[in-house]
């Protein structure tokens, strides 16, 4: 509660500030412009001064004895026949002005000589000129300044300050994702005793990505890790950085560690990276901002001290379009994808959430959880609102199963638009597609062994078949690669064998293998056919005349075979072990999601 006030009492002060930003700025401004009005008037009363026609007047008549100039000024002297005190006057221009004079000293008329004495430039006082002639100029440009900081981008507070978070979120209010919560309990360690490992001479944790849908808890589960090892959170949105003037991105992403520094221990989030963090690419405008930014936030990384014990934790939901250089080591080298819940993580989310709400006894969350396949948490989340939102108008003592169906029903007509709602047809349609890549990997000598294979949607797809990371390789053999494509390819062969029907859901296992199979041909010069050659005909148009008119045909040709055979083999590899096909579809039918050991009882 005190944190709470101290918070109330802070935005107080934080308001007064604005307000007064606001005011002295005006103030100043108006100030200004009444001085620059009296001074203005003070030189037109000055008798001393003399108005330039009147001055071109006065020349012609002959009553002028003197002139004295200062070169780069446009400020003259004047000593006129018979007066002893000089006068000034402002030219125009200072060379159409010596002209004149110098004209009527070349008159015939004698009487009409006018001394002109031009001096050379004094620097002090010419430069006090300019300095005084642009002083309301650069007035203006800091007010204006002064003013876009403290109130248009004041009102993103949190940018400048960023938010220390105050309520205490623990892995407790993040259900399911074990496994996610078990690796970053590791970085947990390292904030609670940063020395501990330092001391050791290990090297620390920096950055983590967490990839997935919005709404899955990627949040949530940086602000746990904060509070578990009970450091601040400070946090930030890539979409911030972005819309900003130019160059404030980089020196806001300088401000922001600036501040980690100072609170360390601590936990930088940064939410849609990808905001700042895509490709670089070299062009001009909107885009150099960005590189800025993102160069900034490199340097950051890269610059920490082995002292200073600051995590980047940095969420997106499109990895793809990250900048390489993000993900070297050192930065945002570890990725956790955070998937969309399963069954039981689904039931633990719904669990979770109904905590604080009111339910009646009989409500069945496992079989709400069945119902949700292709939910995020916050969804889940959203419909346990609603269903108390439909259980106050109706009047119930509690919320009710079917109030909780009708919300279910709200927010999918919602979804439904995105076809979110998975039919028993598309089910089994994709537990085949990718029960067809994970045994026909299982049969490829060279293809990595099986993590997870779901048919929860993810994206746009509507399944996944995760394959375990194995150790960095520098060389793909030609085999490997034969295989891959025959495991890319296992999921639409599946569809084929065990349906015979094939759907769009292969199409970018069909794009990615596609891409493949024309690297193998053009860029690592793998086809017999086509033999060792690197070839690019979009960089280098004249490789048509040095490799023949038809190489086109030749590759596409090439291409197809490689792809056609793997397909085959795929379909073949299928019908040989179809029982395991079924086994592997089935279970996930049941379970939408199996692990490791779960796939490989299948095949024991
Ligand atoms: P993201 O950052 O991935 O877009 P958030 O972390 O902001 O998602 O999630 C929004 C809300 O959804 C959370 O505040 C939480 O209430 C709920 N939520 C999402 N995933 C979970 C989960 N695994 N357990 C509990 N609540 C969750
Ligand atoms: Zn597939």
Not at 204 to 212: K, Q
Not at 352 to 371: Q, T
């Amino acid at each position: 509660m005190a944190s709470k006030d101290k918070k109330k009492d802070n935005q107080k002060e934080e308001k007064w500030k604005k307000i007064l930003f606001t005011i002295i700025p005006i103030l100043i401004v108006i100030a200004v412009f009444v001085v620059g009005i009296l001074i203005n008037n003070n030189q037109q009363n000055d008798e001393k001064n003399v108005a330039y026609t009147q001055l071109i007047q006065d020349i012609n008549d002959g009553k002028i004895e003197k002139v004295e100039m200062t070169v780069g000024s446009t400020s003259v002297k004047l000593k006129y026949k018979g007066e002893e005190e000089e006068k000034t006057a402002i030219v125009p221009s200072t060379q159409a002005f010596v002209e004149l004079v110098q004209e009527k000293t070349q008159d015939d008329n004698t009487e009409n000589d006018i001394e002109l004495i031009q001096k050379p430039r004094n620097v002090f006082a010419s430069m006090s000129e300019a300095i005084i002639g642009l002083l309301p100029t650069i007035i203006l440009i800091i007010l204006v300044i002064l003013i876009i900081q403290m109130q248009g981008l004041g009102d993103k507070g949190k940018v400048y300050d960023p938010d220390i978070s105050q309520d205490k979120i623990t892995f407790k209010d993040v259900a399911g994702l074990d496994e996610e919560k078990a690796e970053m309990m590791e970085i947990v360690e390292f904030l609670k005793r940063p020395e501990q490992y330092t001391k050791m001479g290990a090297k620390t944790p920096r950055g983590v990505l967490l990839c997935g849908k919005p709404g899955t808890g990627k949040t949530l589960i940086a602000k746990a890790i904060a509070g578990e090892a009970n450091v601040p959170f400070i946090s930030m949105s890539g979409s911030e950085f972005v819309e900003m003037f130019a160059g404030l991105g980089a020196s806001r992403v300088r401000k922001l560690f600036e501040k980690a520094k100072k609170v360390s221990p601590c936990i930088i989030f940064i939410d849609e990276i990808d905001a700042i963090g895509s490709r670089r690419t070299s062009s001009s405008g909107a885009d150099t901002e960005n590189n800025q930014t993102l160069n900034q936030l490199l340097v950051e990384m890269d610059g920490f001290d082995s002292d200073q014990s600051i995590i980047v934790i940095a969420a997106t939901n499109r990895p793809e379009m990250l900048d390489e250089a993000l993900l070297r080591p050192g930065r945002f080298d570890r990725t956790i994808t955070i998937a969309l819940p399963d069954l039981r993580g689904r039931e633990e989310i719904l669990k979770i959430h109904s905590k604080n709400k009111k339910l009646a006894e009989n409500v069945d969350l496992k079989s709400i959880a069945g119902d949700t396949a292709g939910f995020t948490g916050a969804e889940l989340e959203n419909i346990l609102n609603e269903a108390a939102i439909i259980a106050t108008n109706k009047k119930h003592e509690a919320i009710k199963n079917s109030d909780i169906e009708d919300a279910v029903k709200k927010v999918t007509v919602g979804l439904e638009k995105h076809n979110r709602i998975v039919s028993e047809k598309d089910k089994k349609l994709t537990a085949y597609h990718e029960a067809g890549h994970a045994v026909v990997s299982r049969y490829l000598e060279t293809q990595k062994d099986i993590k997870e294979v779901s048919i929860i949607p993810r994206g746009i797809a509507g399944g996944y078949t995760m394959y375990k990371t194995n150790e960095d390789k520098f060389y793909v053999s030609k085999t490997e690669m034969e295989e891959k494509l025959i495991s890319l390819l296992g999921g639409r062969a599946a569809e084929k064998v065990a349906l015979d029907d094939i759907s769009t859901g292969a199409s970018n296992d069909i794009e990615v293998a596609m891409k493949i199979a024309r690297d193998m041909v053009t860029v690592y010069g793998m086809s017999d056919k086509i033999g060792p050659m690197s070839i690019d005909l979009e960089k280098d148009p004249y490789q048509i005349q040095l490799l023949g008119n038809n190489l086109e045909d030749e590759i596409g040709k090439e291409v197809k075979t490689i792809l056609e055979t793997a397909y085959e083999r795929a379909q073949m590899l299928l019908r040989a072990h179809r029982d395991k096909l079924d086994a592997v579809a089935l279970k996930l039918l049941e379970k939408e999601v199996i692990n490791e050991e779960e796939f490989e009882q299948i095949f024991e």
